[in-house]
């Protein structure tokens, strides 16, 4: 029975790091072959900065995040093998483990009061269209609208949330991927101007001001 228990623990264990892991300081190359060799299977993180590894391992925006300057600096190329049987949604606690043991960085997390936004669906319902976008999202910026095609609802309130600079929490249960076309100018977005939500109004979409909790990540190296 125990040595049953000690091998489930070790199969618990190896599914929460990778396989293998290079990690080299990023230095500009001309050359193509310069670039980090990839394995089959294997991740690449190219010219990345900690801070980017962080986003990615705890899901916060870098805003969230405080640590020294060398989060920022220093930027490395990675590649990183998870575990054949791995799953999508156990990279990110891999990612915290090589940070831990191969960066030596302790993460803080607290939850700290912080005005954002709701996304919610409008009285009259969704004026938003399927995609046909099979190659995943679009960004696209014209003088007088911003196109985000391909993307799902709860990425659409991240991309909100990146340029408002508050948190935006999906609330409208829409499934599938579709296209929205934002009637504002860039400038606007960044400003959070009052065309921002008539612009979302006319996706039949509600952008609501709601008092929440963020998280907030303190990052020290020891």
């Not at 915290?96 to 191969?102: E, G």
């Not at 939500?197 to 303190?218: H, M, P, S, W």
């Amino acid at each position: 029975m125990k040595s049953i228990l000690l091998a489930l623990l070790a199969c618990a264990l190896s599914a929460q790091t990778f396989d293998s892991v290079s990690i080299k300081p990023f230095t500009p190359q001309d050359e193509e072959d310069s670039a980090p060799a990839r394995e089959p299977g294997a991740m690449l993180y190219s010219n990345i900065s900690l801070k980017l590894l962080i986003t990615a391992a705890w899901g916060v925006r870098p805003d969230q995040i405080a640590g020294p300057p060398s989060l920022d600096t220093e930027r490395y190329d990675i590649v990183a093998k998870p575990p054949a049987t791995a799953t999508k949604d156990q990279i990110p606690v891999m990612l915290q483990n090589l940070l831990a043991d191969r960066f030596h960085l302790a993460v803080h997390v607290e939850e700290k009061p912080r005005v954002g936004y709701a996304l919610t669906v409008g009285k009259d319902g969704p004026k938003i269209k399927r995609t046909k976008v099979v190659t995943g999202a679009d960004f696209s910026v014209a003088p007088d609208h911003i196109d985000i095609a391909g993307a799902t609802v709860p990425a659409f309130a991240g991309m909100l949330a990146s340029f408002l600079g508050h948190p935006v929490a999906d609330q409208t249960g829409i499934a599938g991927t579709w296209d929205f076309r934002l009637n504002l100018t860039m400038a606007d977005l960044k400003a959070a101007s009052p065309s921002v939500f008539t612009a979302i109004q006319n996706l039949g979409l509600n952008l609501e001001t709601r008092a929440t909790t963020t998280r907030y990540l303190t990052v020290t190296q020891q």
